[in-house]
């Protein structure tokens, strides 16, 4: 028994760490977007069949800053948004959206399109605030300034604040605006 339950710990504790946004980046040119369309004219594709047999949507991260222009997000964030920088962190596609600050671009919110990552959202929620309205069940994390959407059985949407004067030091009702921005357009939405 002790065994099975330091396993369940060690395995929640490389999920969770995994989750935690992005760590590593590949080298991507700076997209700046003017409309809402995804990269390459089309919605996201459908993609690998996943370990339980059901087709698993792949998002690039291309598209997934395509889905919100930088206009819509300076609109919703307040910050003067100049690019929406796509990246991988594992298998997760990230969409950085950077305001230039005294010469510097730096990132004020980031979103991501999480594949098979229910059971971490599972042991998560918990510890958040129940978001009405978004997926099948969404949830914001103040402590950290992340909203997670559940889009489906197995997929998850975040949209992490990396400054908290966010839509008028309202991070939480702009990651939300955020995420009824572009969660309507991922698939399993």
Request: charged residues 15%; contains cysteine.
């Amino acid at each position: 028994m002790r065994k099975s339950v330091t396993t369940v710990i060690v395995a929640a504790s490389v999920i969770l760490t995994a989750a935690c946004g992005p760590t590593e980046t590949t080298s991507s040119p700076t997209t700046t977007h003017s409309s809402g369309a995804t990269a390459g004219g089309g919605s996201p594709s459908s993609g690998t069949t996943a370990s339980s047999g059901t087709t698993a949507a792949k998002v690039t991260p291309e598209q997934l800053c395509a889905m919100m222009t930088t206009a819509k997000a300076a609109q919703i964030s307040g910050f003067a948004i100049e690019s929406a920088e796509p990246s991988m962190s594992g298998d997760v596609a990230v969409c950085t959206y950077k305001a230039n600050v005294s010469g510097t671009p730096l990132g004020k919110l980031i979103t991501e399109y999480q594949p098979n990552a229910k059971t971490m959202f599972d042991l998560t929620k918990a510890k958040g605030q129940t978001v009405g309205g978004l997926g099948q069940e969404a949830v914001y994390f103040s402590s950290s300034g992340q909203l997670s959407v559940r889009l489906d059985d197995r997929n998850l949407f975040h949209c992490f604040v990396l400054d908290v004067r966010m839509n008028h030091s309202n991070p939480k009702a702009g990651a939300i605006e955020v995420a009824k921005a572009v969660v309507p357009q991922l698939p399993g939405a």
